[in-house]
């Protein structure tokens, strides 16, 4: 079983963010890019991952796509996975001015 979030913030970018969070969960992101994805951030944590990623990636057509296009509104997606519920982890986002917890998948 794996638990998901999925926060948004239109307030900060991809890179003020990973700063953020960064220094509230004293975590290093390492930089990726992806055909698919386009460039965002990964931190490993020691019950899961956490994925920091701009909303509109490039499309093959020369034009943004969403990554989650249901939340048109956030310009900038964090990415929560865990194998559990992890209440700590969802608190500290949550204090994070600016980021909205905007989905929840259990799978």
């Known amino acids: ?7 948004g913030t239109s307030t900060h970018t991809a890179g003020e963010l990973v700063r953020l969070v960064s220094d509230r969960l004293g975590l290093v ?21 956490i994925e920091i990623q701009p909303n509109p990636i490039p499309g093959d057509d020369e034009e943004d796509d969403l990554y989650a296009p249901e939340h048109p509104v956030a310009q900038v997606l964090l990415l929560t996975t865990t194998p559990t519920p992890d209440p700590a982890l969802r608190t500290r ?10 989905d929840h998948e259990t799978a």
Not at 1 to 7: R, S
Request: charge should be negative.
């Open 29 to 49: 992101f390492t930089e990726r890019d992806s055909d698919y994805r386009g460039v965002y951030h990964l931190a490993d944590t020691p019950n899961g991952r």
């Open 93 to 102: 986002l949550d204090s994070i001015e600016g980021l909205t917890h905007l």
């Open 1 to 7: 079983m794996a638990d998901h979030h999925t926060y």
